[in-house]
């Protein structure tokens, strides 16, 4: 089996930082795409952040500029560094790798989530 484990969430004034991390443990023979999703209350959840295992980037419009992902795949971890952050980012953050297991089978993994509140 394989888990997530984010960290790093919390409360922060609007413009202020945050630095989220993600780990992955278990079963693991190699962990391809990895990202970071976040959930509003009442909304859908929706892509942040997306990093390939060569170091390609993707971010929504709404943190282009703001925020970047970046992954040491030495540790098995992805993290996202927020900065000028906005009362519209506050939502639930949670962690996705592709991985390919040590059976040689691949799947899609979530992390439990982790809340990030802005004050404005």
């Known amino acids: 089996q394989v888990q997530l484990v984010e960290s790093g969430g919390g409360l922060v004034q609007a413009g202020g930082s945050l630095r989220l991390s993600c780990a992955a443990s278990?079963?693991?023979?190699?962990?391809?795409?990895m990202g970071w999703y976040r959930q509003a209350p009442g909304k859908p959840r929706v892509l942040v952040a997306t990093i390939t295992r060569g170091g390609s980037t993707n971010y929504a419009d709404s943190v282009k500029e703001r925020f970047t992902i970046s992954r040491d795949d030495a540790k098995n971890t992805v993290y996202l560094q927020m900065n000028s952050l906005k009362s519209e980012d506050t939502a639930i953050y949670y962690c996705?790798?592709?991985?390919?297991?040590?059976?040689?089978?691949?799947?899609?993994?979530w992390g439990q989530g982790t809340q990030v509140t802005v004050s404005s």
């Open positions: 278990g079963s693991i023979f190699s962990i391809n795409d």
């Open positions: 996705n790798a592709d991985v390919r297991t040590i059976y040689r089978l691949r799947s899609n993994y």
